[in-house]
């Protein structure tokens, strides 16, 4: 199924906040190159290696997997070369407010 739906173009097409994912990865200059990319059942796994240029520092092979149900992303688990790399980058390009705030907008 998780082919035929890459095939067919409907998973990009789909409606989810991943646009939204994407669009602040492109804030940071982000970018990727295809190593891998497979379906099999309802599963599609990407692996590629992404980097960033602006600012540049973090070049790294991840893995992505997705499962896909009813033409739609409905789970994604991202494994990253080195995870500590990716949250100090992640961290410093997108902080979050104070916890304070955080919890008081709920």
Not at 46 to 61: C, E, I, K, Q, Y
Not at 71 to 83: G, H, L, M, P, R
Not at 95 to 106: D, G, I, K
Request: charged share 15%; no cysteine.
């Amino acid at each position: 199924m998780a082919s035929a739906l890459i095939a067919s173009g409907a998973v990009e097409s789909a409606a989810s906040p991943a646009p939204a994912f994407f669009q602040a990865l492109g804030r940071a200059g982000f970018r990727a190159e295809t190593i891998f990319l497979a379906a099999q059942g309802d599963w599609v796994v990407d692996l590629h290696r992404g980097w960033s240029t602006s600012p540049a520092g973090l070049d790294m092979t991840w893995a992505l997997a997705f499962r896909i149900g009813d033409s739609k992303i409905v789970e994604a688990i991202n494994f990253a070369t080195d995870q500590h790399a990716a949250d100090a980058f992640f961290w410093r390009q997108y902080p979050l407010a104070a916890l304070p705030t955080r919890l008081s907008s709920s």
